[in-house]
């Protein structure tokens, strides 16, 4: 797919087929995260992909806005490292930004493999940290499910560019 149009069709996907992800096409999920850029290249980021049933309803538990997670055959979960990222001048770590380009890369090489995904922030992130057994310099940033959509996305509206852009 060109990389606009996987940008044109990407949606926010809540429902999944019972069909598992074809190895291929993770790899090459894999490979687009590896891909990503980060500050100064330091990758302070790492990926947990969640696929047996237990850690699954372990993560769904933490997950506290309905049921549909449960159905993704996948969920991958990004961390940060504050202590290996790049430092900002007003020190603060950067781990954030980075691990969400690298999550944006991972969705939209999902997009591009015919599989849905959805970003997730809300969900207690201490109690998925201890669930997860994440030790403390790592922070969970956000996760998504990963599967094929059990139907079409509705089309949605966006803001005109020129409410969104401003020359100065």
């Known amino acids: ?7 044109r069709r ?4 809540r429902g999944f087929k019972p069909v598992p992800i074809p ?13 990503a850029p980060t500050a100064c290249n330091l990758q302070p980021f790492r990926f947990l992909l969640v696929q047996s049933p237990e850690k699954k309803a372990a993560v769904c538990d933490c997950y506290k806005r309905g049921t549909w997670l449960a159905t993704a055959p996948l969920i991958v979960v990004a961390l940060g490292n504050r202590g290996t990222a790049w430092k900002r001048l007003n020190g ?4 954030v930004i980075d691990t969400s380009i690298a999550l944006e890369h ?17 969900f207690d992130q201490d109690e998925l940290h201890r669930t997860l057994g994440v030790s403390d ?15 079409e996305p509705r089309p949605f509206a966006r803001k005109p560019v020129s409410e969104l852009f401003q020359t100065i």
């Open 137 to 151: 310099d790592w922070e969970v940033v956000a996760m998504t499910p990963v599967g094929y959509p059990d139907a």
């Open 92 to 95: 603060t770590p950067a781990h």
């Open 10 to 13: 990407r949606r926010s996907i």
């Open 106 to 122: 991972l969705v939209l090489a999902a997009e591009a493999e015919g599989l849905g995904s959805c970003w997730i922030c809300a």
């Open 23 to 35: 190895p291929a096409a993770l790899e090459r999920i894999c490979e687009a995260v590896r891909l």
């Open 1 to 7: 797919m060109e990389l606009y149009e996987v940008m």
